[in-house]
């Protein structure tokens, strides 16, 4: 059985940083493309970072230049370092790997994990 468990949440100030962390069980990291997502309340999902299984990144424009995805084999985890954080970024981040070879979406069979509150105060 497949499980991510996402930790490094909190309130934060504006201007501050979080890292957040994804341990997964039943997966390993590097063998699966997988990502970060958010979603404030009355919003949907909205996906923030991916990291395929050769290692190449891609960020959202809305956090580019501010978070920033990586991976740890050796420790079987998943991360995002968030810096220069902004009260807009305030919601439940959530980690994801996907299934049958592609990327995680909230449209298509994803393993995801329960999420880690993040709230931005101005």
């Known amino acids: 059985q497949v499980q991510l468990v996402e930790s490094g949440g909190g309130s934060v100030q504006a201007g501050g940083s979080l890292k957040l962390s994804c341990v997964p069980s039943g997966i390993t990291v590097g063998n699966y493309c997988m990502g970060w997502f958010r979603q404030a309340p009355g919003k949907e999902r909205e996906g923030l970072a991916s990291?395929?299984?050769?290692?190449?990144?891609s960020h959202a424009d809305s956090v580019k230049g501010r978070f920033t995805i990586s991976q740890d084999s050796a420790k079987n985890t998943l991360y995002l370092q968030m810096n220069s954080l902004k009260p807009e970024d305030t919601a439940m981040y959530y980690c994801?790997?996907?299934?049958?070879?592609?990327?995680?979406?909230?449209?298509?069979?994803?393993?995801w994990g329960q999420g880690t509150q993040v709230t931005v105060s101005s």
């Open positions: 990291i395929t299984r050769y290692g190449g990144t």
């Open positions: 994801a790997a996907g299934r049958g070879g592609f990327c995680p979406s909230p449209s298509r069979s994803s393993y």
